[in-house]
């Protein structure tokens, strides 16, 4: 079936191609319009790619340990966004008003995500679940709009 539709609509490319060079009125553009249109016309998905750097110092000079990253993984990461997400390790730096320069080991969770407030609800609380579970550890929140989002998989 989807062989034949593919023949289809080249036998249509083919034949608007001839048409529109011999300019022959015979009004085979509107059937070809009608073959080659889709059946359902959906609005285009706007696309997020949200990164959330998290930090891993502890108050007092202890660090998150990896243990605990995992559960937290588990427990929050994974439940609010089952469909998938990176995680990578990164080192980070700050500056403090006071001019003191703050190094710290960071994990990193990106997500490309289509834009939707439900979306936002979700990563606002995995913040705060962070932030509740490891001492009000350092949190950054970024999101920026994906010009183009392609997804490969079987």
């Not at 083919?14 to 080659?36: E, H």
């Not at 110092?57 to 929050?76: N, Y």
């Not at 006071?98 to 190094?103: A, L, P, Q, S």
Request: with cysteine; net charge positive.
């Amino acid at each position: 079936m989807k062989r034949k539709i593919v023949r289809m609509a080249w036998v249509a490319l083919a034949l608007s191609l001839v048409m529109g060079a011999y300019d022959l009125p015979c009004g085979a553009d509107r059937v070809i319009a009608a073959v080659a249109a889709p059946a359902v016309v959906t609005a285009p998905v706007e696309w997020v790619k949200t990164e959330i750097y998290f930090g891993r110092d502890l108050p007092g000079g202890q660090e998150i340990s990896r243990w605990a990253w995992a559960d937290f993984m588990d427990k929050v990461l994974t439940p609010h966004f089952p469909k998938g997400l990176t995680v990578y390790e990164a080192y980070g730096q700050m500056q403090h008003a006071d001019g003191r320069i703050e190094k710290q080991s960071t994990w990193v969770v990106a997500v490309v995500h289509p834009k939707d407030p439900a979306i936002d609800k979700a990563i606002q609380e995995i913040i705060d679940a962070f932030r509740k579970q490891f001492s009000r550890a350092q949190v950054m929140h970024v999101s920026t709009p994906v010009i183009s989002a392609r997804f490969y998989a079987d």
